[in-house]
């Protein structure tokens, strides 16, 4: 059985964390050290969190490795966008076309090969500011 060994001052940290954090992920993470620090068992938190068993044990090891950084969610996380390193040549096409976007997805698609949605096009247009 492992549990995680805290300092007063860890303990005072999450406890804030948990009152005052605005990230889901942050708080359930400070709760699950927390719940650990009182000797409840990884099968405890695992049915608590609804995770798997590795999941709690990564939660300790990054815990043991990185401290407070490691309630954090890795960025870079998520699907990444098809559209990178294209924003001149769409730039190009949103003047070119005044705007119109089946024409723009039908030249990615046709000279880039690009394959994409209206939303994914639409959305990356708003990102970009274009």
């Known amino acids: ?3 995680i060994k805290l300092k007063i001052e860890d303990i005072e940290l999450l406890e804030l964390l948990i009152k005052t954090s605005t990230n889901h992920t942050i708080r359930k993470r400070s709760q699950c050290l927390l719940l650990s620090h009182q000797r409840r068992i ?3 938190l ?3 969190f609804d995770v798997e068993r ?3 044990e990564r939660w300790f090891n990054k815990w043991d490795l990185e401290g407070v950084n490691s309630l954090l969610i890795a960025s870079g996380r998520g699907v990444k966008t098809r559209l990178e390193g294209f924003e001149e040549v769409i730039k190009e096409q949103v003047e070119l076309h ?3 976007i089946k ?3 039908t030249y990615l698609k046709e000279e880039h090969n690009i394959i994409i949605c209206k939303r994914t096009l639409r959305n990356f247009l ?3 500011r274009l």
């Open 42 to 44: 990884i099968k405890d």
């Open 126 to 128: 708003k990102d970009a």
């Open 54 to 56: 590795k999941t709690i």
């Open 1 to 3: 059985m492992r549990y």
């Open 46 to 48: 695992t049915m608590i």
């Open 103 to 105: 024409n723009i997805l």
């Open 98 to 100: 005044n705007r119109n």
